[in-house]
């Protein structure tokens, strides 16, 4: 899908991850609790042709994470094991 990054698509994706915390950052690796500040964030940048809302491209990451991260590529490698991957389609 294309288009923009807010309003319903952005509460569908919250409501979906907040229902699943908590779960390693997306950057960070570190758990993202509910009441930390959180963000859904695109594991492909959308400046760098990321798909807008692919639930396959989105995970969460705290709120200073995700700011920090900008337009880069974090490897997924550094997600902690034990968390089983989740059905990312909703």
Request: hydrophobic share 30%.
């Given at each position: ?7 319903s ?6 409501a979906?991850w ?23 964030g ?13 639930p ?20 997924t490698?550094?997600?902690p094991?034990?968390y ?7």
């Amino acid at each position: 899908m294309s288009g923009e990054w807010h309003g319903s698509r952005v509460r569908a994706a919250r409501a979906y991850w907040a229902g699943r915390l908590p779960y390693p950052c997306h950057v960070c690796g570190h758990p993202v609790y509910p009441w930390q500040p959180w963000h859904v964030g695109h594991l492909v940048p959308r400046k760098l042709g990321g798909p807008v809302d692919d639930p396959d491209n989105l995970a969460p990451a705290h709120a200073g994470c995700n700011l920090s991260l900008g337009a880069r590529i974090v490897p997924t490698a550094t997600t902690p094991t034990g968390y089983p991957p989740p059905s990312r389609r909703w």
